[in-house]
């Protein structure tokens, strides 16, 4: 158990819906990551929030959207779905203050669009 | 963040040292590696990281060549339960760069 909680497990959908996966990071670290693992495209990088605000972004759609609360979990909106969004979404923590200190990851919230 | 080459697979026999490779002929003196795995559909999990220097933990050993340009990731007594991609990442350890750019890895099976 990596610490980290996310919230559902699976999630079935159709196309054109809106959803939110939500992610609890592990207590005390303030850094949080979406990743996106896609059968054809692997682990790919979405966005970092560090303490409520947004630190690094990479290949995430207009159609997404993240965002930290004060209490420090974190959700991932994913609106007007498409079948290729299907797809396992990580969220991972890291403690604060080291830059070289690794991520736990959480279990993945599995996304199924039909 | 240097690009990384690992084999797509690999087996070895159970009870036997794992010797997982990985190139990373463009790393930068600033980066380090990090060696992650996943086992089927679960979450990353954290192995070991190095900047120079050969490192060991509970789970892993890795080693690091002198000019840093390739490393190996050993497990040293592989059990089934170490069946998993194996991914192989360089990065810059600085604040507003933390990120992890996984490539292809390396699938390991464990044989019995």
């Known amino acids: 158990d990596s610490g980290v909680t996310q919230t559902p497990k699976h999630l079935i959908t159709a196309t054109g819906q809106r959803v939110t996966l939500r992610c609890s990071p592990r207590s005390g670290d303030l850094s949080v990551y979406w990743y996106q693992q896609s059968l054809d495209q692997g682990l790919q990088f979405l966005i970092q929030?560090?303490?409520?605000?947004?630190?690094a972004k990479g290949n995430i759609l207009e159609r997404f959207s993240a965002q930290q609360f004060p209490d420090l979990h974190s959700e991932l909106n994913l609106s007007s779905l498409e079948l290729g969004d299907s797809a396992l979404y990580f969220c991972?923590?890291?403690?604060?203050?080291?830059?070289?200190?690794?991520?736990?990851f959480g279990q993945g919230t599995r996304l199924t669009v039909v | 963040d240097a690009k990384t080459t690992q084999p797509p697979s690999m087996d070895c026999a159970e009870g036997r040292a794992a010797n997982l490779p990985c190139n990373h002929s463009t790393i930068s003196g600033n980066e380090y590696v990090y060696w992650y795995r996943q086992i089927h559909s679960q979450g990353p999990q954290y192995i070991i990281h190095g900047l120079k220097n050969n490192e060991t933990n509970e789970m892993a050993s890795l080693i690091i060549t002198e000019d840093r340009k390739s490393s190996t990731l050993i497990l040293p007594h592989a059990t089934l339960r170490d069946t998993a991609v194996y991914y192989c990442i360089v990065r810059v350890a600085n604040f507003g760069n933390e990120k992890l750019t996984f490539g292809t890895g390396t699938r390991l099976t464990i044989i019995p």
């Open positions: 991972a923590s890291r403690p604060p203050g080291w830059a070289n200190t690794e991520a736990f």
């Open positions: 929030y560090y303490n409520g605000e947004e630190r």
